[in-house]
């Protein structure tokens, strides 16, 4: 290694949200402060895939962000896809690719995540890669699928614990960390059941609750 090479390397940002904050910054916005999600994809190289699913799934995990999350779960759900179909890099179509971002928006997200997750991003390092080398990409990408769908879904409660599962997700193909990419999806997938289960039930509460209030007026 030259000492160039060496240089950059001990320059290069340690951990899955240190890797997206440099993205950030580096990234060249328009005069509204914003990025289009195809200047983000052109800007990665390694691990593509895992970098955009994190950048994405970052809005979804905190609670009462209204609009980004219905914004990015498409191209989420797009990039899972296209994981499971075995693509190496991602493709992103037009329509997708101008889609607008804000930089200053998401360094604020990404900051408050780092707040409160950072320790957790700390004990991440390479185990059980098997999971994320290219056969292992694209049993992920199926079962990615289900968590970034439901984020779609507009209603509470819907997007802040899928996106948990994506980014923890995200982060562990990022760190190559098998136990990382396991908690995720156990967490997004567990969601997702836990809705489809116990969601009917709420929703009859709610009618059965308005119409008792309605009868007593």
Not at 92 to 116: C, D, S, W
Not at 117 to 126: C, F, I, N, S, T
Not at 143 to 160: A, C, D, G, M, W
Not at 180 to 188: A, E
Request: charged share 15%.
């Amino acid at each position: 290694m030259s000492v160039h090479q060496e240089t950059d390397a001990s320059h290069a940002p340690r951990g899955a949200l240190a890797k997206i904050e440099h993205i950030l910054h580096a990234a060249e916005s328009d005069d509204d402060g914003n990025i289009a999600l195809g200047a983000l994809s052109d800007a990665m190289e390694e691990r593509a895939f895992a970098l955009l699913l994190l950048i994405l799934a970052l809005p979804c995990c905190l609670p009462f962000i209204y609009l980004l999350p219905q914004i990015v779960a498409l191209p989420m759900a797009f990039l899972a896809w296209q994981m499971a179909s075995g693509r190496r890099s991602p493709w992103l179509p037009e329509r997708f690719r101008a889609r607008k971002l804000p930089v200053r928006g998401m360094l604020q997200i990404t900051a408050q995540v780092k707040r409160y997750a950072g320790w957790l991003e700390r004990l991440a390092h390479p185990r059980l890669t098997g999971l994320t080398d290219a056969g292992g990409m694209r049993i992920l990408g199926i079962l990615l699928l289900i968590p970034s769908l439901s984020i779609l879904v507009p209603l509470p409660l819907t997007n802040t614990v899928p996106g948990i599962g994506v980014a923890i997700t995200s982060a562990g193909l990022i760190e190559r960390d098998g136990v990382f990419v396991i908690l995720g999806l156990l967490i997004g997938l567990a969601w997702v059941l836990a809705l489809v289960v116990g969601g009917p039930t709420v929703v009859y509460f709610l009618i059965d609750w308005i119409r008792m209030r309605v009868a007593a007026t």
